[in-house]
């Protein structure tokens, strides 16, 4: 085979596709070769030499020795020096790189090839000692730190030493002979250290650093990060061996790294920092402040030092001709490493840069409009969950952050208010249009309306998926969750986090991005959803083939959903509306009556809240679907708790304290999960049923009327295991729909579908698609029935899981496409079978997931339902998955 590929002098063997052979900076090291672009010459050592080291006993291919030989002897023609030369040396960079940017890598080692005598050739060369020997310790260093592993701050420790001896506080103010001296006492370091002299033999350098290279893609650091970015180990890493150029040769020489458009705003300028005088990762290593680029980003950051394109106006307008030139050939932003040397600019890096989701969003747009990308290739380039990032107001970077504790960044965004730490004083801060932070330990289904009412929620207790997370990422709301240092009082009213103590009324701003919980008002930024973010929007909506709705249940989340583009609604669940205001009084009447008498009671006191609620969604969707589920929670989830609320019920229904409790008694349930719900309620208690589809049918009569738009209704039964149930509440709500139209003189389009969230629905799908003219996937049911996990349990072991490579992702937010997904595809395929014409749909969490989004589109479902604040990410990955 072939293992070595050299580059240098405008050509190279290899090329930029070839990135699984070379690695990424071997592969764009060759192809900025081919582009006749400034790049010192050198080789790449395959990733396949990195496989069949590891495949025989950490051996190379006999040929391996021969073929670095030749390249060598080639970088030494181009250059005019040779390898180990005394009088003229060529010295190199030995420059780790996989196919995937990998940090835990060996590092770069520089200025290999230097030793007690070709240090004093290089100093003649340069006519600089002070330069040759201060290269020459910067090797010792690197070599000794990364190849045999003596710590670096042994050899700082005796700069320190040596310099307070000197009476001196700077690297700068030491000259040759300082240098000179350290050398002597860092092979002295060295010797103690390690056990034996720093390799003089170039060869045996050269040879250590490449085996240490191929050494680190082993060592625990790289293994754990291949791990968590699903990277394999098959891949191996190259290595790069590259003649040096020198950017520590006095003022004329610099080294610097650029960005060919500005990372976090996407703005279309050169960005960046050098360093004069400097090498390497100086830049980056914190010693000396940089300088700017551009003058333009001198002026923005008052700087007083001078800018590159000032100080070195040739080498600056090389570089702008080379970032132009580097963005037309890559079409798209460069991230990119250089070093001068005596006024020459040469290239050592080049890639796609890292940036923020704002500029990702931009730069796409741009690089559409320049005509250098197409207006679907600019979809692909943006991350869907980034978008996540910009739909929030977020913490403005300047500001001054006093983060007094951490968390989980449960759900995204940031929000600023007093503590409140139940959800009563959330309403009256909201009524008082006061904004609060809803702290708790965690919260319940009874702490919707105080989340609501809040402008986010920290709790103390809980992971990702507890129910504080999964409730405020619905309601687009930043949420702080798990923050364990954190102890709260409810009783005193306070918490407290080390010797902090807040409370009720204190001032917090939490940040769901980052899971940060700070001190006090800190300053914010609005999102913007016009501009490039409606460009791509636009773009993404003419190539999905998916609708994309919403789960909405209150005229809020609807609106929210509708400015962000959704195109229905999905899933109402009407029971959250249960809590608001004093309904909640009239729904636990209804669930404690004994008799059918006592619940229509109780329910002709409901039905007008209903009623005005489905009135106000249909007016918010004009003529979008709207689809309805009939009540789905286990009645218990009702239950009134305090002695109070007992007697406020008891009051009103006119019962006993002492009857009511026993009726509560009756109603509890051990496993409500799988218990008395869905639509086994409207079996049980068909004036549920009827009542809701009343309310629907009337408010869809009325909604027509008064906007003119036609309302179409989708009214859901939920929880069905067998077409039978569905049969018996399909028939109410069918003649529910006849009463009303002859009560009303209204005419109703309306359809009844079901939920498909258990296995056993999944397979008998045909049978029900003979009646029902839906489905919608309640995957978050599916998952918990299908895998036999609950949910709200689930944190304490799931972690675990994932861990352990036992699931590849948590299945309540990433579809389990193997098993759950199987039902699903059942699900689909049968039912379709039966009724070809019937529209299908997920509901569950997973319809704002990106990957699930994927597996909705390759099973064939007609549109995803997510949460108002997931519909734009829904919206770019529908159009993502349609490419
Ligand atoms: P990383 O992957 O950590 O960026 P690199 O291999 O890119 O490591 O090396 C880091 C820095 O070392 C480069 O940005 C460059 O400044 C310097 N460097 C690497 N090779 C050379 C070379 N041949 N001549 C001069 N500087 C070099
Ligand atoms: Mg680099
Ligand atoms: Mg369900």
């Known amino acids: 085979g072939k293992w070595v590929y050299s580059f240098g002098d405008g050509k190279a063997e290899g090329q930029s596709s070839m990135r699984n052979l070379l690695g990424g900076k071997g592969a764009n090291l060759a192809e900025m070769s081919n582009l006749g672009l400034p790049v010192p010459p050198g080789f790449t050592i395959t990733t396949e030499v990195c496989t069949y080291y590891y495949d025989h006993g950490q051996q190379y291919p006999a040929e391996l020795k021969a073929e670095v030989q030749a390249a060598l002897d080639a970088v030494g023609a181009l250059t005019g020096r040779g390898f180990g030369d005394p009088k003229n040396p060529l010295l190199v960079s030995v420059r780790s790189g996989a196919r995937a940017s990998m940090p835990g ?29 201060d ?34 506080s700077l690297d700068t103010e030491l000259g040759a002979e300082d240098w000179k001296q350290l050398v002597t006492k860092y092979k002295a370091i060295v010797k103690a250290e390690h056990g034996s002299d720093f390799p003089q033999a170039p060869e045996d350098q050269l040879w250590g650093a490449i085996g240490a290279v191929f050494d680190s893609w082993m060592i625990p650091r790289a293994k754990k990060y291949r791990e968590l970015n699903n990277i394999p180990e098959s891949w191996g890493t190259a290595v790069n061996v590259q003649a040096m150029v020198f950017g520590n040769m006095g003022d004329t020489s610099a080294t610097g790294v650029a960005f060919t458009r500005n990372p976090s705003t996407g703005e279309r300028a050169l960005y960046g920092e050098f360093l004069i005088n400097a090498q390497g990762e100086d830049v980056v290593a914190g010693i000396r402040t940089p300088q700017d680029i551009t003058e333009k980003a001198r002026i923005e950051a008052k700087s007083d030092r001078p800018s590159m394109e000032l100080a070195m106006p040739d080498s600056y307008a090389e570089l702008v001709r080379i ?67 910009l739909l929030h107001p977020t913490i403005d970077p300047k500001a001054e952050r006093k983060v007094i504790a951490s968390g989980l960044p449960a759900s995204p965004g940031a929000a600023t208010g007093e503590i409140v730490f139940n959800s009563e004083d959330a309403e009256a801060a909201r009524k008082a249009e006061r904004k609060c932070i809803l702290v708790r330990v965690e919260t319940s289904p009874e702490d919707i309306h105080g989340m609501h009412a809040s402008e986010g929620i920290l709790t ?140 229509r009671s109780a329910l002709a006191k409901i039905l007008p809240y209903q009623r ?13 679907p709207v689809t309805i589920r009939l009540l789905d929670p286990p009645l218990h989830e009702f239950l009134p708790h305090t002695d109070e609320e007992v007697r406020d019920v008891a009051q009103s229904m006119g019962v006993s304290e002492e009857k009511l409790r026993r009726r509560m008694t009756e109603l509890h349930e051990f496993n409500p999960m799988l218990g008395f719900r869905g639509c086994r309620l409207a079996i049980a208690f068909p004036e549920i049923a009827e009542m809701q589809a009343r309310a629907i049918f009337e408010a869809a009569v009325q909604a027509a009327k008064e906007t003119g738009a036609p309302v179409t209704s989708e009214v859901m039964v939920p929880l069905v295991f067998t077409k039978m149930e569905f049969d018996i509440v399909k028939a109410r709500i069918d003649a529910m729909a006849k009463a009303v139209s002859a009560e009303t003189g209204g005419t109703l389009d309306y359809q009844v579908g079901t939920m498909i969230e258990l296995p056993r629905a999944a397979l008998r799908a045909g049978d029900i698609a003979e009646t029902a003219e839906f489905f919608s996937f ?53 039912g379709r079978a039966v009724r070809p014409d019937i529209k299908l749909g997920i509901c569950g969490e997973h319809g704002g997931d990106p990957a699930s989004i994927g597996f909705c589109q390759e099973v064939g479902l007609d549109y995803v339902s997510c949460s108002p604040y997931r519909v734009p990410i829904a919206r770019l990955a529908a159009a993502q998955a349609a490419l």
């Open 105 to 133: 890598m060996m590092d770069t080692v520089l200025n290999l090839g230097l030793n007690d005598a070709t240090v004093e050739a290089l100093a003649q060369g340069a006519g600089d000692p002070r330069f040759a020997y």
């Open 323 to 389: 970032y132009g030139l580097l963005e037309t050939h890559y079409r798209d932003m460069q991230d990119m490493e250089f070093t001068i040397e005596s006024g020459k600019l040469w290239m050592l890096q080049t890639r796609n840069g890292k940036r923020t989701a704002k500029a990702a969003l931009r730069i796409a747009v741009d690089l559409a409009a320049e005509g250098l990308i197409t207006e679907e290739e600019a979809i692909g380039r943006v991350e869907p969950a980034a978008l996540d990032q």
């Open 135 to 168: 290269s020459y310790r910067r090797f010792i260093t690197m070599y000794s730190n990364v190849v045999l592993g003596v710590e670096h701050h042994a050899f700082e420790e005796a700069l320190e030493h040596y310099k307070e001896g000197k009476g001196v």
């Open 778 to 830: 309640g995957t978050n049911d599916l998952t918990q029935t299908a895998l036999g996990i609950s949910r709200d349990d689930a944190a304490t072991f799931l972690g675990a899981y994932t861990q352990k490579g036992i699931l590849s992702a948590d299945p309540f937010i990433s579809i389990d496409q193997e098993g759950v997904g199987e039902l699903v595809r059942i699900g689909v395929e049968r």
């Open 612 to 624: 005005q609620d489905f009135v106000e969604l249909f007016t918010i969707m004009s003529g979008l």
């Open 460 to 599: 103390t207790r809980g992971g990702m998926t507890s129910h504080a997370a999964v409730v405020a990422r619905g309601m687009g709301k930043p949420c702080v969750s798990g923050v364990g240092s954190i102890r709260v009082d409810y009783k005193a009213g306070t918490l407290t986090v080390a010797s902090t103590t807040l409370k009720a009324g204190d001032k917090i701003t939490i940040d769901g991005s980052t899971g940060q919980v700070l001190l006090g008002e800190v300053a914010m930024l609005e999102p913007s959803l016009s501009g490039e973010f409606a460009t791509l929007m636009g773009w993404a909506d003419k190539v999905r083939t998916m609708k994309v709705r919403t789960n909405a249940d209150t005229p809020t989340d609807a609106r929210a959903a509708r400015n962000f583009g959704a195109e229905g609604i999905g899933l109402c669940r009407t029971e959250h509306m249960f809590f608001e205001g004093d309904r909640i009084i009239a729904v636990r009447e209804m669930i404690l009556a004994d008799d059918v008498e006592g619940r």
